[in-house]
């Protein structure tokens, strides 16, 4: 295994985990996962590179017909739907995550707003389950090399494709990181 020290950045709601690039784990494999909270008691946030070949109306009885992207969450609840949304307080009850993205919200408001026409499909996605961590458990498996921390500009996370996400996020932390880029997806191949 090759021997990295921790990127400086720290985690925090808004931020992003990378997985390091042999996590053989069938969720977090070269997954990047949005952090939506992290604190003393736990972290939590979403897999935002891993779309789902389903709509929202396969998964979610009586809101009607969307075309926006449903994606695996995480393991955890993977039976309910989170979202996460550009919309700001058109959704109330949304929580801030940065200054572009909010998570949640009142969801009859937002499906009055899908009835209406007035959401565009680009600026929401959904998610099946979340990745949760307890207590200090990220900040364990960060120092262990299984995540590295990057910041994102907020306005590209919803905007880059699922696919080119974790490579373009990688090339962002610099140097140390860059070897990531080159190994295999399946070094069992190789």
Do not use: C
Request: proline share 7%; no cysteine; aromatic share 12%.
């Amino acid at each position: 295994m090759f021997e990295i020290k921790s990127n400086e950045v720290t985690p925090a709601a808004g931020r992003l985990l990378l997985s390091e690039p042999l996590l053989r784990d069938f969720y977090f494999r070269r997954s990047v996962v949005l952090l939506i909270d992290h604190g003393e008691d736990g972290s939590f946030g979403v897999i935002i590179n891993k779309p789902l070949k389903m709509s929202l109306n396969d998964v979610v009885n009586g809101i009607p017909e969307f075309d926006a992207p449903v994606y695996i969450g995480g393991p955890v609840a993977s039976d309910k739907v989170f979202f996460l949304h550009s919309l700001g307080d058109e959704i109330p009850d949304s929580v801030p995550v940065n200054d572009e993205l909010y998570w949640g919200g009142n969801l009859e408001a937002l499906t009055e707003k899908i009835k209406e026409g007035t959401v565009d499909p680009d600026s929401i996605r959904f998610f099946l389950g979340y990745s949760g961590w307890t207590g200090n458990q990220l900040d364990d498996e960060i120092k262990s090399n299984s995540w590295a921390v990057a910041i994102p500009k907020p306005e590209m996370i919803m905007k880059l494709k699922p696919e080119r996400m974790w490579n373009k996020y990688v090339s962002t932390l610099g140097s140390d990181y860059r070897f990531w880029l080159h190994l295999p997806k399946d070094p069992m191949l190789n």
